[in-house]
């Protein structure tokens, strides 16, 4: 077990070395808590764009299910006749340049995965840049947009936002509600309390806390080929070899254990990228990835591989919740 998967579950868990971490702790609570400060009192160097922003970001370190809930903004947005674009740091990314527009045949190591999965899941337009305004700004340069969604950045205060939604693992809460390095929290737990709406990935219903989100899986995708395969086209017990890159990777591992299928559990960082000499398990088995991991592997993926394709499915509460906050910002659209 890495450090960094030692650490995750000291946080979740609990461990008394933590305590030695405090000193670390209030520092950095010290600093987070006076970068918003000075947003909130507009002191901050900050961008506001002419079309509503929307951030979907978390205040926990590891993956709560924001690119998932990311493609169902843009789908429903579509729905409704506006044009979206989204903008991301591109964590891991190394394009020639930034900003950087994303093309859906840039590899992973240009765009980064989470971006590539978005342009090319959608093809809404995609930007990258750690730079945010500076993202937006060119992004709105090159289209005619309505809406901007921003992939995390929750914590980016120099990017004004008209909406700031926030997902939360409904099984891992917020852990041991500490800050880094002694927690997981990258904000202290009252920034729950300011944004637009929270979002629990997991919860079964909706509660005075937030809303109930899902991830409700649809179909495989083999990478090879890009043929659809039904959920039942493996058989109950079928045991498969289960590659997660995410920064919650046993909520994969459990997902393909709902689906009655004996997964082996092979749990790679988040971001990872990988080698075909990485994915050489045994015994030989069909490969089941997420989606994330699935851009990165399509260039050297062997005949069988696939990946599981899930879809948010979000409360009927917060789609109204949803409808009307989009009324509000954009009175005159369709």
């Known amino acids: ?63 709560t299910g924001k690119t998932p809930l990311i493609l169902w903004l843009i789908e429903h947005c579509r729905r409704r006749g506006l044009n979206v674009g989204v903008v991301s740091r591109g964590y891991g990314a190394s394009p020639a340049s930034h900003p950087w527009r994303v093309r859906v045949d840039d590899t992973a190591a240009e765009a980064g995965d989470e971006p590539l999965l978005i342009a090319q899941r959608t093809g809404v337009p995609v930007m990258i840049d750690p730079d945010r305004p500076r993202a937006v700004r060119a992004l709105l340069a090159q289209e005619p947009l309505d809406l901007i969604l921003c992939d995390d950045g929750l914590q980016h205060y120099r990017l004004a936002r008209d909406l700031e939604l926030v997902l939360v693992d409904a099984v891992r809460g917020l852990g041991n509600r500490r800050c880094l390095p002694a927690g997981p929290l990258r904000e202290p737990p009252e920034r729950l309390e300011s944004v637009d709406a929270v979002l629990f990935n997991g919860a079964l219903a909706d509660s005075p806390s937030g809303f109930a989100f899902a991830l409700q899986p649809s179909r495989l995708i083999e990478l090879a080929t890009g043929d659809r395969w039904p959920l039942d086209h493996f058989p109950p017990g079928q045991q498969v070899h289960a590659v997660a890159g995410i920064g919650n990777p046993q909520r994969f591992f459990t997902t393909l254990e709902a689906l009655h299928w004996r997964p082996i559990p092979h749990a790679f960082a988040d971001h990872a990228r990988y080698s075909p000499e990485q994915l050489s398990f045994s015994p030989e088995l069909p490969l089941v990835m997420t989606e994330k991991d699935a851009v990165k592997c399509r260039a050297f993926a062997l005949p069988g591989w696939c990946y599981l394709q899930v879809q948010a499915e979000p409360s009927a509460a917060f789609v109204t919740w949803f409808d009307a906050q989009l009324d509000r910002l954009l009175p005159d659209s369709p």
């Not at 450090?3 to 995750?8: G, K, N, P, S, V």
């Not at 933590?18 to 520092?27: D, K, Q």
């Open 1 to 63: 077990m890495s450090l960094a998967d030692r650490l995750q579950r000291a946080w979740y868990e609990g461990h008394p070395a933590l305590a030695l971490l405090a000193p670390l702790e209030a520092l950095y609570r010290r600093v987070v808590t006076a970068r918003r400060k000075q947003f909130l009192s507009g002191t901050t160097d900050c961008y506001r764009a002419p079309v509503p922003v929307v951030v979907v970001g978390n205040v926990t370190v590891g993956g």
